[in-house]
């Protein structure tokens, strides 16, 4: 409980530095959203006066105050570029992103279980080097790389998906699935290479514990022992490595939503950025944050329940 305890703590006070962080640095960064909203033709009083009303001549932490109050109960304030309350543009764009992370994850834990344990299994096999040489082309390729490659190749020569041809989920959900599968892949990619390695390590290791050469005594085949006894040990880091996959698979999912040009938080955060929409910038930002956070504080709360010597420790 204690353990917990500490950890939600750790969590509100990063979430607390981020949100002032990220607050700070659109206050002292070059640009002035009133006059991105008025024009160039605007005249200095009508700037001031917008100025005035958008709250942006307070002092800083008067500012942040305001906007971490108003953000706690909801309201995260109203874009400058289309006047409209954030959270609504947010809640209309958020299923996609996350939609595109749970499935690149879950595309990773399809490609790198399945094929560690097989590798782990005919360790210096053919087939074994052969995954190791495509892991370590696959582990050195950017995910934003991957996704023009997948663009060029299954878009434009086999027309598999139509580039820029995004489905809504609000009209049609098998398409929207399908649409979004190629950019999950890219996103998924990098991770299932170093799962897979991770997890082959792993079950190598375990396997020539003296655990694993009991059970072999005891007459148990190769299989009994692998899924009985080993993988239960070696998925510990693996399952680690996930949770952390999973959280920049969030942040990644808005960096490929550029290459296929998904209608996520990434272009409409994009946009913002350089329409110095700021509170549309700042809440995508501290959202992004609060989704990797929480990832982050589950998957050491279930580490510590998967593993019991942290709990000794």
Sequence with gaps: MKYAVQKIVSFVMTLCLVSF?????????????????????ATPSQLAALREEMGLNRPLLVRFADWAVSFVQGDMGTSYSYDRPVSGMILDKLPITLTLAVMAFLLTIMIAVPLGIYAAR??????????????????????????????FFFGLVLKWFTPGGYVSYQTDVPGFVRYLFFPALAIALPKAAMALKLLRSSVIHETRQDYARTAYSRGNNTNQVLYRHILKNALIPVVTFLGMALADMIAGSIIIEQVFSIPGLGRILMTSISGR???????IIVWIAVLVLVVNLIVDLVYRIIDPRIRME
């Design 122 to 151: 005919h360790e210096g096999g053919k087939v074994d080097y052969l995954i190791y040489c495509i892991n370590q082309v696959t582990m050195a390729v950017p995910p934003f790389f991957l996704g023009i490659l997948m663009t």
């Design 277 to 283: 929409d700021y509170p549309v910038v700042q809440a």
């Design 21 to 41: 962080l990220v607050f700070a640095a659109f206050a002292v960064i070059p640009g002035d959203p009133a006059l991105s909203k008025l024009g160039t033709d």
